[in-house]
C-alpha cells in the first residue's frame, strides 16, 4: 500500500513535472558539456582554463540529472509495487510534508540522520 496520506495522481503528476523539467535542462544545457574547441592563437591560457572548467561543472550537472531521473524511475516502480512513501530503512511512513517537498527521497527524517 503506498502512503495513506498522498494522493497516487498528485504524486504521478509531480514525478511526470520533475522529469520533464530535468530533461529540458538536460537539452538546453548539451552545448556547455560539448568538446571545447578554442584557437589556441587568439585565446589566452586562462579563457582556456575557463572554457574547460565550465564544461567540468555541465558535465556534472548532467550527472546529477541522470541520477534525478534514476530516481524518478524507482518512484514510479515504488508507486507500482505499493511501496511509496515507506522508508527503506525502518519500513515507517515518510512525513508526508517530507515527500511533498522531496518526492524522491527514500528515508524518513530519522533514518536520514
Not at 589556441?40 to 534525478?68: F, Y
Not at 507500482?80 to 522531496?102: N, P, S, V
Request: hydrophobic residues 35%; charged residues 35%; contains cysteine.
Amino acid at each position: 500500500m503506498n502512503h495513506p496520506e498522498l494522493d497516487r495522481q498528485t504524486v504521478e503528476t509531480r514525478l511526470h513535472e520533475l522529469r520533464t523539467e530535468l530533461q529540458a535542462q538536460s537539452e538546453a544545457s548539451q552545448e556547455a558539456r560539448d568538446t571545447v574547441m578554442l584557437d589556441q592563437t587568439s585565446v589566452g591560457r586562462l579563457s582556456r582554463m575557463d572554457a574547460l572548467q565550465g564544461q567540468a561543472m555541465a558535465k556534472a550537472e548532467e550527472e546529477r540529472r541522470q541520477l534525478s531521473l534514476k530516481r524518478i524511475t524507482a518512484a514510479f516502480q515504488r508507486l507500482e509495487r505499493g511501496e511509496y512513501g515507506e522508508c527503506i530503512e525502518c519500513g515507517e511512513w515518510i512525513a508526508t510534508k517530507r515527500l511533498q517537498w522531496d518526492p524522491l527521497v527514500l528515508k524518513c527524517i530519522e533514518c536520514a540522520d
